[in-house]
């Protein structure tokens, strides 16, 4: 059945897709792009400080060494922030050794409290179970 022009665009202009224009897409960032780069430039650090932040950047290779080789240097807490979240996107997983060191470190800090201490969290392992968990050890299947 042949429609009338004005039938067929009005049945376009009810389309969805026809009634807005599509949006102009944001360029995806390139994985290849340096993420330090754009924080030190748009902060106005000198180029001498610029240049060894950023080979401290890509040196560390996880966010908490970046944080210790930041500490010390004299730039905006503001630059050091942003460098940080920059270098968490491309912190690795944790793994079972990560966890199994966390519980390691847990077991030595409990060694290492008064007797006191340490009967009071036996008193209270529901305390202890949630110091646990907050800190990724333990089967997921035990969790409270």
């Known amino acids: 059945m042949l429609h009338s022009p004005r039938i067929v665009q009005s049945m376009i202009a009810r389309r969805p897709d026809a009634e807005t224009p599509a949006a102009p897409q944001q360029p995806t960032p390139s994985p290849f792009a340096d993420p330090a780069e754009p924080i030190l430039r748009n902060h106005g650090i000198d180029v001498d400080t610029a240049a060894s932040v950023w080979d401290i950047f890509h040196a560390a290779r ?49 060694a290492a409290l008064p007797r006191e201490h340490v009967e009071t969290s036996e008193r209270h392992p529901k305390v202890l179970a949630a110091v646990m968990k907050i800190i990724g050890v333990g089967h997921k299947g035990n969790e409270e």
């Open 62 to 110: 996880t966010s908490k060494q970046l944080i210790e080789k930041l500490q010390p240097l004299d730039i905006p807490d503001a630059v050091k922030h942003e460098l940080v979240v920059a270098k968490q996107k491309t912190d690795p997983k944790p793994d079972w050794r990560d966890r199994v060191e966390r519980a390691v470190q847990v077991v030595k800090t409990v």
